[in-house]
């Protein structure tokens, strides 16, 4: 029987293949917004038993808030401010980093079964997928080379962590709290983010930050 957690957890790895696939900045903005409401509801339907209170109810819509309107309406105003749309020769490119998307799910699956953890069957897909995640924004980071893109794989690597902590700790509101608690330092990294890509903006005509290179003393 399919659980509507696995429906979820679906959403969720097809944004991740489709942000590797993605060359188009505000295509990529739409898809962290999109992961980022899926990834906030995730913990409120696995976990049913604990009951759902005003608190967590509370702390869904603040991460819903913040994941899926504020962070990624900020990377909107700074796409919509940078000369270039789209990402141009990735270091990695499109289908390899969908191909790599494909052998991480599977790596992911591998990891999973071989840890033995006592878990849902529910959870161990939620880990898979948390661990899938968190190695796609690392590709983002690591193959692309606008300072956008690489601060989009920082935010999916964030959302990957989080689904690791949901599959792993006992209690769902905890792990709202420490959300709540990672928020604000990554909240603070995007606005700091916003800054650098104006300078590197108004500096260079573009946000490439391989030019970052030419500075020199």
Do not use: C, W
Request: no cysteine; glycine share 6%; net charge neutral.
């Amino acid at each position: 029987m399919i659980h509507i957690s696995d429906i979820f957890l679906a959403l969720i790895l097809l944004s991740v293949l489709l942000s590797l696939r993605s060359n188009r900045l505000m295509a990529l903005v739409k898809l962290m917004a999109f992961q980022g409401i899926v990834v906030s509801a995730v913990p409120l339907i696995l976990d049913t038993a604990h009951g759902i209170t005003f608190k967590l109810i509370m702390f869904f819509l603040l991460l819903v808030f913040v994941k899926g309107i504020l962070i990624p309406g900020m990377m909107s105003v700074a796409v919509n401010k940078v000369v270039v749309s789209t990402e141009i020769e990735p270091i990695i490119g499109y289908h390899a980093s969908l191909f790599a998307g494909l052998i991480l799910i599977i790596f992911s699956v591998y990891i999973t079964n071989h840890l033995h953890l006592a878990m849902a069957v529910q959870y161990k897909m939620l880990l898979v997928t948390g661990i899938t995640t968190m190695g796609a924004g690392l590709i983002l980071l690591m193959a692309r080379r606008k300072a956008i893109t690489q601060v989009i794989g920082y935010l999916m690597m964030e959302n990957g962590i989080y689904l690791i902590g949901t599959a792993l700790a006992k209690e769902v509101h905890t792990q709202y709290v420490v959300e709540f608690a990672v928020l604000l330092d990554l909240l603070v990294a995007v606005l700091v983010m916003g800054i650098v890509l104006n300078d590197i903006n108004h500096t260079f005509d573009d946000v490439d930050t391989a030019l970052l290179g030419q500075l020199k003393d």
